[in-house]
């Protein structure tokens, strides 16, 4: 088993279609996701840009998994979806089996 099998690369991306606008992702995870004047929440690309087009992905820095991870279990829209690039299977989120 390589190094990269242990940690996967994830994104994550938001559905604002069931965003509530409360807030706990940014709370959480400042550095990934960002609430925008229309009160609701976006991810940030790395050099702190949000992203709006939909269905906008950003990489999950390693050293902030837990806090997304517990982003996405807390969402209460339950619209933040963490997945692994490779195959873009769903790791956290409403789609995670
Ligand atoms: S935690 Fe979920 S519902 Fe709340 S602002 Fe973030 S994405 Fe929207």
């Known amino acids: 088993m390589t190094a990269q099998d242990d940690a996967p690369e994830l994104e994550v991306w938001i559905d604002q279609d069931l965003c509530t ?8 995870a400042p550095e990934v996701f960002e ?11 790395a ?5 709006q087009d939909k269905g ?8 902030l998994l837990d806090d997304v991870r ?13 997945r692994r690039v490779r ?6 989120g409403p789609d995670a089996e």
């Open 87 to 92: 195959d873009l299977v769903e790791v956290y």
């Open 56 to 63: 906008a992905t950003t990489p999950v820095p390693l050293k």
């Open 21 to 28: 606008g409360d807030g706990i992702c940014a709370q959480y």
């Open 70 to 82: 517990d982003s996405a279990k807390e969402c209460p829209g339950d619209c933040i979806h963490v």
């Open 47 to 51: 050099d702190d840009e949000l992203l």
């Open 35 to 45: 609430l925008d004047i229309d009160g609701l929440a976006y991810v940030k690309s």
